[in-house]
């Protein structure tokens, strides 16, 4: 970006930056105060994520600032590392967090920011929704003006409804509770339907804003009508006047201590990870397709970290609500981050007196907001959809975590995910043996600007990093076909990386297909579900377990009406007439294509190589048309493949006049020369140069063109079925021309 | 039995047939009708019938009866056990002194070998191993060949973090595939005409890991024979951190012929 540009395009992260302030100045309070932190924390971390990222960070449109993720251990570590005096707590837990900033960016030096990439998708899922319930059964008691009280939050969770009975037999005794619980439940409708608000202006504002605006406005109306506000002193947020009054220093007293050092890891770990997640996520989002740099942004967040703890501050994450809220007002560089730290400093200042008017009610409602989106019961169900092994981790990940503590869930979880591997392809060994060994292939194809990726042995979140760098060292402007043939297990991580993949190289204008996943058993008939090659057999119909490519296969039939179908097919003889599969006996013929056009069929054939042979049956997709007049039986092919089969034929190599490019590209053979000769030309060789093609066959009646020597991927079955059509076009305008020869 | 006949045929030699274990009646018999049914009795010059231990016999005898080729029958994917102790087929090619080639799939029939796959990289033996690869394919009757050139993703220099270093190390591809791909034309230039002018031949460049890379590659473009340079002396530890011919070896793509420099 030039200066003129960066210049020219401030005003609109200054405003950015703004509305993200906006967010992060109730979201900064609320998770410092349910950390157990003064307000202020929030805030402190905020301003110096802003700042220090923005000029540090290697991402363009991320936010940086407090996070969700931690608030728990936080809490804990705030309580118990005081031995019960909360403020020595705290400057122990302010320790924790700058180790913690120290290591996170020894982890950028070391290059980790694939670090997210080796938990499995469901387990992050379980992770995220048992922080999402444990912020909530925390924080409902505080929203209702209720005292919140300790003790493990699964057991708080099935409590959940004594709360609301609590509630509601207090209330009525005393105003304080009753107004702050109004006040509270008020706060979180507003939350919960802010979506289903179709009003411009009301939308400029961003939801929390409004409930902080509304706590405020709460409280100018009792001021105005001259009486004090029922809710206790004691239930308001309370900010301190200056600065200096903000800044603590973190206690290094435990510094020998295992208690310190595990909850820095921990807050190393997951908050790495939280904010890789969300670089990723937020690099989906950019309009202008930008690929963050994670390991550099990741250095930025440790040092961040560790300035943050050090004035007494949260840990510092990139965060992924306020950055796609940065995102839709349309910010295109970190100056929106910088600005972002520098308002919230600039309210802390000048309004801090207002906000002392906030009640934790209102705090706490955009907590349990936050933990019923993490926890969302859509979220089973959508868990349940990819397939019943997923749902089974998810749930076992957030019970573990709820009952133990994240590290614990999150490791646990990724075990469970590895036995549900060993349990679905039966065979343990498969992973054991291939694990360390390199299982991904990539290549530029010749004379054409594709890549080939393939992929041996398994794919799942153990190994996924291989193709994943892989594929990132392509470039998302290029066509790529991943081939999974030889892969026999690819799991849902895998299956929604290489989603991600697709949607981002489209995005760029590349494509990615993916090809030899249809013949694999899949666990149900989502997109992401687990593929195994062991289970093709039992599973029966194929039609509900569409891969994605025989999903683009049929939509692509539809749209251009021809007929398609997936399941198998018997096998036609006539293929058994062309040389092509003379040796080669055909195991099985499916996803079946109908052109009307053309009368050609599309199909994907697994064949295998000789008879004696134990090795791997090989897969083409290979058209066959049915020709209404016969025409001289011949091979063409480009490598010549076919001259030994047709030397046993007693066929040589034939050459047509005055097509020395044709001559020395293409092998042409057949037992009629002149006749053969006379059908290639000029029209016919200029069609057949212009179109890459792997072979034509002819057999007398029918013909069989293969565009590559593997399956191909919708697009090229789409160029495949339109080089047929030609291919029959040009045939009978030669019929035609030769006829009239004949006739003069 | 007739696919080794077959290939001396092929090229044109004299076949020595060694029996590890002691000589019987019944075994003798046995041998000499699987050879009279094949298709060119005549070839098998000598037979040799040495008891003992069948990996220091053969490694012994390839020595003392000077043998230009050792042929050897293999499975194609090794089992855990396997991988680590050694199986006798594998042990001989990393430590004969002469050329191996290893059968995965010997057939009675003859499969015509068509594609042949030889690794270009850089060592000091490669004009020699060009030389051979050139000489079976042209033997095999293959007339197709695709020499294979790794290179290893560290030769790039380039960590792909954004998009500018991906641009960077796309650039950086480009010219070193240009480069691989001279050398090996220079080459390929070296060697007489009449090895080289009926096999139509490919060059591919490949970045990944040595040695695996290119048996991936032999895999997905199913070539009929895989020819590589003789390994350095590798030892149990590269087997434990698997490398170079390992990756080869651990799971056989297909024909193997494994060059060493006489």
Request: net charge neutral.
């Amino acid at each position: 970006m030039t200066r003129n540009q960066f210049i020219s395009s401030l005003p609109k992260n200054l405003f950015a930056g703004f509305v993200v302030s906006l967010i992060a100045l109730p979201l900064g309070l609320s998770l410092a105060v349910a950390s157990g932190m003064p307000a202020t924390a929030g805030i402190v971390s905020a301003v110096v994520g802003g700042v220090v990222v923005a000029l540090l960070g290697g991402s363009y449109v991320t936010i940086s600032g407090p996070g969700y993720s931690l608030v728990v251990v936080l809490l804990t570590a705030v309580t118990t590392l005081g031995g019960g005096d909360l403020f020595l707590g705290y400057t122990h837990t302010l320790a924790a967090i700058t180790i913690a900033g120290v290591l996170i960016t020894l982890l950028g030096v070391l290059r980790m920011g694939k670090l997210a990439e080796f938990f499995p998708a469901s387990a992050i899922e379980g992770m995220l929704a048992a922080i999402g319930l444990s912020l909530l059964v925390k924080q409902f008691p505080i929203m209702l003006g209720l005292e919140a009280g300790d003790g493990n939050p699964l057991i708080k969770l099935f409590k959940l409804p004594f709360v609301v009975t609590e509630f509601v037999q207090s209330a009525p005794e005393s105003a304080s509770t009753l107004a702050a619980g109004l006040l509270g439940i008020v706060s979180l409708v507003i939350l919960l339907f802010n979506s289903s608000i179709r009003n411009r202006y009301y939308q400029q504002i961003p939801s929390p804003m409004w409930v902080i605006l509304l706590a405020v406005g709460y409280s100018y109306y009792c001021q105005l009508r001259g009486v004090e506000s029922p809710i206790r002193p004691d239930l308001f947020i309370r900010l301190p006047d200056s600065v200096e009054s903000m800044i603590y220093h973190p206690s290094f007293d435990l510094i020998n201590s295992w208690g310190l050092w595990s909850v820095a890891i921990t807050i190393a770990v997951i908050g790495s990870v939280e904010s890789l997640l969300s670089i990723k996520a937020v690099d989906n989002l950019d309009p202008q397709r930008r690929r963050s740099n994670a390991n550099k942004d990741l250095r930025a967040l440790g040092v961040a970290t560790a300035i943050s703890g050090f004035l007494g501050g949260l840990n510092v994450v990139t965060v992924i609500s306020r950055s796609s809220v940065n995102v839709t007002q349309q910010a295109n560089n970190r100056s929106s981050n910088f600005f972002h730290g520098v308002f919230l400093l600039l309210f802390i200042l000048f309004f801090s007196k207002l906000l002392n008017r906030v009640p934790l009610s209102a705090l706490a409602a955009i907590l349990v907001y936050t933990g019923y989106k993490l926890a969302h019961p859509l979220k089973l169900v959508a868990a349940a959809k990819v397939g019943k092994e997923q749902l089974l981790i998810l749930i076992a990940t957030s019970l573990i975590t709820l009952s133990s503590n994240i590290i614990t869930g999150i490791f646990l979880g990724t075990l469970i995910t590895l036995l549900s591997h060993f349990v679905i392809t039966r065979r343990p060994l498969l992973f054991l043996l291939h694990l360390f060994q390199p299982n991904v292939l990539a290549f530029k194809e010749k004379d054409t600007d594709s890549y080939y990726v393939s992929v041996k042995y398994f794919c799942s979140f153990l190994n996924l990093f291989k193709l994943k760098s892989k594929l990132d060292a392509i470039g998302a402007t290029k066509t790529v076909v991943i081939d999974f043939s030889l892969c026999e297990f690819v799991d849902h991580s895998a299956m929604q990386t290489v989603e991600n993949y697709i949607a981002s190289f489209e995005k760029k204008g590349g494509t990615v297909s993916t090809i030899g996943l249809d013949l694999h058993g899949a666990s149900s008939s989502h997109p992401f579900a687990v593929r195994n090659l062991a289970t093709e057999n039992t599973l029966g119909s194929i039609e509900k377990l569409f891969s994605r490519r025989q999903e683009n296969l049929s939509k692509m039939s539809k749209e251009y009406g021809w007929e398609y179908c997936a399941k198998n097919q018997p096998i036609d003889p006539s293929l058994y007439q062309f040389l092509f599969f003379e040796t080669k006996p055909i195991v099985q013929v499916y996803n079946t294509l109908v052109d009307p056009v053309s009368n050609g069929v599309v199909q994907d054939i697994v064949f295998n190589e000789g008879e004696f042979i134990a090795r791997e049956s090989a897969r083409v997709t290979a058209l066959t048309i049915k020709l209404e007049s016969s025409i001289p039986s011949f091979v063409l092919d480009k490598e010549g493949l076919l001259d030994r089969l047709n030397a046993i034929a007693g066929l040589g190599d034939l050459t047509v006049e005055g097509h020395n490019y044709f001559n020395r590209k293409f092998h042409l053979s057949g037992s009629q020369p002149d006749k053969i000769r006379s059908l290639f030309n000029k029209e016919l060789i200029f069609l057949i140069e212009s179109s890459p093609i792997y072979l034509i066959e002819s057999s007398g009646s029918e013909l069989l063109i293969l565009k590559k020597d593997r399956l191909l991927s919708p697009t090229e079955v789409k160029a495949l079925v339109y080089f047929g059509r030609e291919l029959i076009e040009t045939l009978a305008c030669n019929s035609i021309s030769s006829n009239r020869e004949i006739s003069n | 039995m007739h696919e080794v006949v077959r290939l001396a045929e092929f090229f044109d030699s004299e076949l020595i047939l060694l029996h590890v274990g002691e000589k019987t009646e019944e075994k003798q018999k046995k041998v000499s009708s699987i050879v009279a049914a094949t298709a060119a009795p005549s070839r098998v010059s000598e037979y040799h019938w040495i008891p003992g231990d069948p990996y220091t016999t053969l490694l012994d005898s390839t020595e003392s009866l000077s043998i230009d080729l050792l042929v050897l029958g293999a499975v194609q994917h090794e089992s855990l056990f396997r991988f680590y102790v050694g199986s006798v087929a594998r042990k001989l090619t990393r430590s004969v002194k002469c050329s191996v080639l290893l059968l995965i799939k010997p057939a009675v029939e003859r499969v015509a070998c068509k594609h042949v796959v030889v690794s270009g990289f850089k060592t000091s033996t490669l004009p020699n191993t060009l030389f051979q690869a050139f000489y079976s394919a042209q033997c095999l009757g293959a007339n197709k060949a695709t020499i294979v050139e790794e290179i290893a993703n560290k030769s790039v220099k380039v960590s792909i973090d954004d998009d500018r270093s991906l641009i960077r190390s796309l650039r950086k591809k480009r010219v070193l595939e240009a480069e691989e791909d001279r050398r090996v034309a220079e080459l390929i230039a070296q060697l007489p005409t009449a090895l080289t002018d009926s096999i139509s031949i490919q060059k591919q460049a490949i970045f990944g890991k040595r040695g695996y890379s290119i048996g991936h590659y032999a895999e997905v473009t199913r070539a009929d024979l895989l020819v590589m340079d003789a390994p350095v002396k590798t030892s149990l530890l590269s087997r434990v951190i698997t490398r170079d011919i390992e990756f080869i070896l651990s799971d056989l793509p297909s024909d193997l012929l494994i060059c060493r420099a006489k």
